[in-house]
């Protein structure tokens, strides 16, 4: 019998990153999670740095983060780690470390890291300290992942990353 031979569908992978962006965006949303929650965390982390800042401030910093190509390509790829493993589209060990957010699987903080790196160590920090404190959407995010059939082991971290890397962005910008 004549081998099979792989068909490969061309796909549209050369969105631009406008493009993208704007994919990332609803696929966040889908997941519950909108770019204002994100700011209003970078908010809590630079106002006692940055007299007056406001949230709407902090929005155009995190969209700012989110319109980086190695962002989103990490979102992605997190993101959808998450939704199969919801989908039970993962073989074992890694779904049920998955589906149990085991707490020395790790590479979740880890592709979240990728996130952090475009903006320096500031936002290594900040990641540090959200990752620790878990406020705001971060511990509900947290607290709905533990809920049967629902996995967020990415998406906290992701949410944490973005809004600790718009949060150094906001320092560099407005150092002295
Ligand atoms: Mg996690």
Do not use: W
Not at 58 to 79: F, P, S, Y
């Amino acid at each position: 019998m004549k081998k099979e031979e792989k068909v490969y569908v061309p796909m549209d992978n050369r969105l631009n990153d406008v493009k993208k962006y704007e994919v990332v965006k609803e696929k966040l949303r889908e997941r519950g999670v909108e770019l204002i929650q994100i700011a209003e965390l970078t908010c809590e982390l630079q106002k006692q740095y940055v007299k007056d800042i406001t949230v709407e401030t902090c929005l155009t910093h995190v969209e700012r983060v989110v319109m980086k190509r190695e962002v989103q390509h990490a979102i992605l790829t997190g993101l959808e780690l998450d939704i199969l493993a919801e989908q039970n589209k993962l073989s074992e060990p890694l779904l049920s470390m998955l589906l149990g957010d085991y707490g020395l699987y790790g590479i979740d903080e880890v592709l979240a890291l990728s996130i952090v790196n475009v903006y320096g160590s500031i936002g290594f920090t900040n990641f540090g300290y959200i990752d620790k404190l878990k406020p705001g959407i971060i511990g509900e995010l947290d607290n709905a992942g533990k809920e049967s059939g629902r996995c967020n082991t990415f998406l906290d971290d992701i949410v944490g990353a973005i809004a600790a890397a718009a949060a150094s962005s906001i320092a560099h910008k407005y150092s002295v």
